[in-house]
Each structure stands twice: as structure tokens, then as C-alpha cells.
């Protein structure tokens, strides 16, 4: 199974690429009832982090599948159905055709994002300063990022300036920068392992231990 | 109450979309039987009610069945059956003191139904050693029944797993409440887990599955088997075929509401969805007061209160795994 971020929205909800906005709909209330806060079938069977980055990507499946030039724009940069089903989990992957700068959050696609050309080199570490500058790159403000991961504001803030003792115990923080990197178009796990590796080391003296 | 819907054999697609199941069929040159275990992590859910009444209707309908009480540490199915505790129990073959297992059935009074009980009395032997264990797996597997019903234990513990794993129905119990979904989840994850690695222990790629765990996160199937091809591709695609088989069938007891019907369903695709591992939808048992009223009879349910709803479920889930098995025969 891919990993979410790796998902395209279609494979999410589950809908054929040619699903109408009823189908789509109905295939997000089912999504919704399977997997959103309150189901008894997958009660404790994804990670908090997990699952809450699941919530979003069904949210956002949604808004962009049903917004017809939403979807036409995300449509133009998924590969072709082939070879996106069972292509190999290609780690950083950022939009391939950047368009519409400066475009609203909600019910935007992703495509849609801007700063493709942001490439930090192979196995530099996610500071908070890089996630900072992916995020401009995409034109994002801390605003719109908050609004798409529902991440508190001062949270989003604090993990760029790397404010760790005024951040949330580790087990929060990493599902907050899951949500960030996944809204960013980041492989959201490597981000994830390698900022949490920092905020370890900057966390453990502040213990005693 | 009123009736509830019942679900029919819900078989999903597999990973590659065909309907087709594997066929053990190719296995019954050296096995003669069937084995059935059922398990579900949780205490309470309703594990030997559901063996217990798969054994009876199997033997009603002429098959020759064991029941195994496989929890070692906590026997009580001959309670389930209503007879007192057997003399001869499992205890006696796992120390050796008989040679077969044949040699402890006791009759449960009912036609064609035996019974293995667990140990009563030797506290030792609710913890075989791995020599043991596998003696008594070879012999589960060579005992001349139509049918196998292992009742597990509670948890998850390594024996449960292995017992749960070595069957061709791995019958996954569980009740409308979250401490019992969890239980199941957990259960799950950790049986694919111990098979996955048993088979990537063979083809000598466990080191593999250590990178691939990722800190204990339980990872999707598909993408572990992914990592494993890409390392070595034979050995991939053979552990893939092995995965395959690994297929629980879920039953959900103590249904009161449509919405807990479907509760097998909605636990079935969250797992297909997110991890890509098919189940089977084996059927619900409706909550009923005849299976405590007939537990206080210490009679056997399907006995005791043959036209009750709960036992006319349990009745619809062995009609099921019987045609399971005729889909497995026919190689669909």
C-alpha cells in the first residue's frame, strides 16, 4: 500500500478517474464514516499521527474533486491511471507543473501549488528553516498552511523558528509535521523522521537526561 | 428486537481485483482435514461459543470434528459443551505420556464430535516449548477429522499467534465495542506480522523486515512486500504468494443495531483500504439472552436453544465456511 501523501486523491476516496460529483460525494461519505473521528471499525487501528493525516487528505480529496477547475488542474498532473497505479513510492516529489501562484488554500488543488523548483540536495536535514522555505516557495503563508492542516498558527510558527520547548510533546509534534509536510508536498515521513531527530537532540539536555 | 439484516458471504476482490481465492485443494493429498481457528485477542467475545457451536453444526452435518481447547493456560470449552472436565486432556500428549493425539478425543456425547481438551491441571503446559509446540502442530495437522476447530486463547501471545496462523479458516471474533475492535486490530497486525516473518525467515530476508518496520509502526503489507522484491525479486514474489493465504475471516458477535451488522464490513475495508489485506465476511451473531440462559443450563446453545436468532446465526457462519471451502475446491 502506498503511503498516504503517495495516494492521489482518486485512490483515497476511492473513485475511478471518471467518477461524477455524486459518486465522488457518496465515495467521501464513505470515506468519512470508515476512517473520520468516531468509527468503531478502524477505532485505534492508524497511529494518531496517521489518522489525522488521513482526516486532511479525505477533506482535501474531497474540495478538490468536487471543484470542477480544481479538479481539472489536478487532473493535468497525475500521470496516466497506469502508471501511477503501482509505481514505485517515489520519495520527494514535488509538483511537476506549477501554476496559478498565489492561489487560495481550500478547495484549491494541489497541483495548483507553486515552487516546484524547490529541491533541497538528497539527505539534507529538515530544519525548521527548510520547511520555512519549502513553505515559501509554495507561496504559502502560515495563515493558509493553518487553514489546510487546521495546525494551530503559533504551532506552525514554532516549528519553523524551532521554538522546541514552546511545541507540544513529541508524540503531537511529529502528527503536526506530518500534516505541514504533507501540505507542503514533501515526503511527510522522511521530514517528519528528520525533524524529529532534531528536536530530540535539542529537547534532551533541556530533560537533564 | 427486531430482526435484524443479515450479511451474505461478503469475499472481496484480491489485490491484483479477481474474485479468485487460493485453492487448497492441492494441499488435501496430505492433509485430510480442515483446520478452523478462532481467535480474536479479547477476552469475553464470544471465541468458544462460536467454536463450540462450528464444531456442533459440522457434526450434525455428518462431518467428523474435533474441537482443540488451545488455550493452554485457561481451558474451559468441555464448560461449553457441558460435559465435566475431561480426565485425558492435551496435557498428556504435549509431555509425551501418549503418542498421538488421537488417544486424548473424549466424546462430547454428541455424534461425531471429539473433543481435545486443554490442560487442566499442569501449569507447564500452558507454556510448550517450541519442540512441543510444533509436535502438536504436525499432529493437528495429520488427525484423521473431516474438521479442526482450535478455540484460542485471549492476546496475542506467540503460541496463539502460531496456533491462530496454521489454519486454513483463521476465524477472527469479535464484539460492537472498541476495547474488542482494538483487540482485534492489534491481534491482526500482530498474527500478519509473525507470519510475514516466518516466511521472510525461509527465504532469509528478516533483516529486511526489521528496516521495514519503521520504529513499530505497523506498515502496510504492500509496501513491505515492495521493499522485499526490490531487494530480491524471487524471493518477493514467493512471499507474496505465502501472504496471499493470509485471508482472516471476521465474525462479529453480540449484534443489537443494524450499524453493528456492518461492523464487519466497515473493519474489513478499513483494512483492505489502508493496508491492502483482504478478510472475509463470515457472518454476525445477534445478542441474545438465550446464549446466557443456555450457558446457565451449561448446555451447548445449539442444543440447548436451537431456534434462538444467536444459534441460527452461528448456523448461517458454518453454512459459510463450508462454502468457502467449496470455492476453494473448485479454485474460485
Known amino acids: 500500500m502506498k503511503s498516504l501523501s503517495e495516494r492521489s486523491f482518486y485512490e483515497i476516496l476511492e473513485v475511478p478517474r471518471s467518477a461524477t460529483p455524486e459518486e465522488v460525494q457518496r465515495a467521501y461519505e464513505r470515506a468519512r464514516a470508515l476512517f473520520g473521528p468516531g468509527s468503531l471499525a478502524s477505532y485505534s487501528l492508524l497511529?494518531?499521527?496517521?489518522?489525522?493525516?488521513?482526516?486532511?487528505?479525505?477533506?482535501?480529496?474531497?474540495?478538490?474533486?468536487?471543484?470542477?477547475?480544481?479538479?481539472?488542474?489536478?487532473?493535468?498532473?497525475l500521470p496516466a491511471e497506469g502508471e501511477w497505479k503501482g509505481r514505485p513510492a517515489a520519495p520527494f516529489q514535488p509538483a511537476k507543473t506549477p501554476v496559478a501562484p498565489g492561489a487560495q488554500f481550500l478547495g484549491t488543488p494541489w497541483p495548483a501549488?507553486?515552487?516546484?523548483?524547490?529541491?533541497?540536495?538528497?539527505?539534507?536535514?529538515?530544519?525548521?528553516?527548510?520547511?520555512?522555505?519549502?513553505?515559501?516557495?509554495?507561496g504559502l503563508s502560515i495563515l493558509q498552511v493553518s487553514e489546510r492542516t487546521k495546525v494551530q498558527r503559533s504551532h506552525i510558527a514554532n516549528v519553523e523558528a524551532e521554538r522546541f520547548d514552546q511545541l507540544p510533546p513529541a508524540v503531537y509534534?511529529?502528527?503536526?509535521?506530518?500534516?505541514?509536510?504533507?501540505?507542503?508536498?514533501?515526503?511527510?515521513?522522511?521530514?517528519?523522521?528528520?525533524?524529529?531527530?532534531?528536536?530530540?537532540?535539542?529537547?534532551?539536555?533541556?530533560?537533564?537526561? | 428486537m427486531a430482526e435484524l439484516p443479515q450479511l451474505r458471504l461478503v469475499v472481496p476482490p484480491t489485490a491484483d481485483g479477481s474474485a479468485t481465492r487460493r485453492s487448497s485443494a492441492t494441499r488435501r493429498g496430505t492433509r485430510p482435514g480442515r483446520i478452523v481457528s478462532v481467535g480474536g485477542g479479547k477476552g469475553g467475545?464470544?471465541?468458544?461459543?462460536?467454536?463450540?457451536?462450528?464444531?456442533?453444526?459440522?457434526?450434525?452435518?455428518?462431518?467428523?470434528?474435533?474441537?482443540?481447547?488451545?488455550?493452554?493456560?485457561?481451558?474451559n470449552l468441555h464448560t461449553s459443551l457441558g460435559i465435566d472436565p475431561p480426565r485425558r486432556t492435551l496435557s498428556e500428549f504435549v509431555n509425551h505420556r501418549v503418542e498421538r493425539i488421537e488417544e486424548v478425543f473424549v466424546p462430547t456425547g454428541i455424534r461425531n464430535l471429539s473433543l481435545v481438551s486443554g490442560a487442566l491441571d499442569h501449569l507447564d503446559a500452558a507454556s510448550p516449548s517450541h519442540g512441543q509446540k510444533m509436535r502438536l502442530i504436525r499432529h493437528l495437522q495429520s488427525m484423521e477429522t473431516d474438521f479442526a476447530i482450535l478455540d484460542l486463547a485471549a492476546g496475542t501471545q506467540k503460541n496463539t499467534l502460531d496456533f491462530f496462523l496454521l489454519a486454513d479458516h483463521k476465524v477472527l471474533v469479535l464484539a460492537p465495542e472498541h476495547s474488542a475492535v482494538e483487540n482485534a486490530h492489534r491481534f491482526v497486525k500482530a498474527a500478519f506480522w509473525r507470519r510475514l516473518r516466518a516466511a521472510s525467515s525461509i527465504f532469509g530476508l528478516a533483516h529486511l523486515l526489521d528496516e521495514c518496520l519503521d520504529g513499530g509502526r505497523f506498515r502496510g503489507p504492500t509496501e513491505v512486500l515492495e521493499a522485499i522484491q526490490g531487494a530480491d525479486e524471487e524471493a518477493g514474489r514467493q512471499l507474496r504468494e505465502q501472504m496471499a493465504a493470509f485471508?482472516?475471516?471476521?465474525?462479529v458477535n453480540q449484534v443489537r443495531t443494524p450499524e453493528d451488522v456492518e461492523l464487519g464490513l466497515g473493519v474489513a475495508a478499513a483494512w483492505r483500504r489502508h493496508f491492502g489485506i483482504d478478510m472475509d465476511v463470515l457472518g454476525a451473531v445477534e445478542y441474545d439472552d438465550d446464549v446466557w440462559r443456555a450457558a446457565r443450563e451449561r448446555r451447548p446453545l445449539l442444543l440447548?436453544?436451537?431456534?434462538?436468532?444467536?444459534a441460527r446465526s452461528l448456523v448461517r457462519i458454518a453454512s459459510v465456511i463450508r462454502e468457502l471451502d467449496a470455492m476453494a475446491e473448485t479454485g474460485r
Open chain 2, 247 to 251: 485471508r482472516p475471516g471476521l465474525v
Open chain 2, 304 to 310: 440447548a436453544r436451537s431456534e434462538s436468532r444467536a
Open chain 1, 113 to 138: 501549488i507553486p515552487g516546484a523548483d524547490f529541491h533541497p540536495p538528497e539527505g539534507t536535514p529538515w530544519t525548521g528553516d527548510l520547511i520555512r522555505q519549502a513553505r515559501e516557495a509554495r
Open chain 1, 47 to 77: 497511529a494518531p499521527d496517521e489518522a489525522e493525516v488521513l482526516h486532511l487528505r479525505i477533506e482535501e480529496a474531497r474540495s478538490v474533486l468536487l471543484d470542477p477547475q480544481a479538479r481539472v488542474a489536478y487532473d493535468e498532473r
Open chain 2, 45 to 75: 467475545v464470544g471465541k468458544s461459543l462460536v467454536a463450540a457451536s462450528l464444531g456442533i453444526e459440522l457434526a450434525r452435518r455428518g462431518c467428523r470434528v474435533v474441537l482443540v481447547d488451545c488455550d493452554l493456560g485457561g481451558a
Open chain 1, 173 to 209: 509534534l511529529r502528527g503536526i509535521v506530518l500534516s505541514i509536510a504533507c501540505a507542503l508536498r514533501l515526503d511527510d515521513q522522511r521530514v517528519a523522521r528528520s525533524y524529529m531527530e532534531r528536536a530530540a537532540g535539542a529537547r534532551a539536555p533541556a530533560k537533564g537526561r
